[in-house]
Nanobody
Framework: QVQLVESGGGLVQAGGSLRLSCVAS????????MAWFRQAPGKEREFVAR????????EYADSVKGRFTISKDNANNIINLRMNMLKLEDTAVYYC????????????????WGQGTQVTVSS
């Protein structure tokens, strides 16, 4: 089992920045693919970004490309999501997710999930 705990959400004005963090513990592996998803009110959960502890370059959803940056702290098993130029439509609950090595964007291919952290962007 892999446990994931997110932090860093909050209220920010449009155009502002936030950094989310996800601490992974338990049976983590260098082959894990780590991802961020988000779910806005009334909408389905959607892929935001993904990264591997070792290997392939990060990938992003088109809606956040150029504004969000996913990064990793291998020594401490932390995945960060730096969010710049936030927009009203970025308001959502953000979830950290992990799987055993599938570089995927579909949530059903992720086995482990955090509890989520709320990000609210105001005008």
């Amino acid at each position: 089992q892999v446990q994931l705990v997110e932090s860093g959400g909050g209220l920010v004005q449009a155009g502002g920045s936030l950094r989310l963090s996800c601490v992974a513990s338990g049976r983590t592996s260098s082959r894990n693919v780590m991802a961020w998803f988000r779910q806005a009110p009334g909408k389905e959960r959607e892929f935001v970004a993904r990264i591997m502890w070792i290997g392939l370059s990060p990938e992003y959803a088109d809606s956040v490309k150029g504004r969000f940056t996913i990064s990793k702290d291998n020594a401490n098993n932390i995945i960060n999501l730096r969010m710049n130029m936030l927009k009203l439509e970025d308001t959502a609950v953000y979830y950290c997710a992990a799987n055993g090595g599938i570089f995927a964007t579909k949530e059903e291919l992720y086995d482990y999930w955090g509890q989520g952290t709320q990000v609210t962007v105001s005008s």
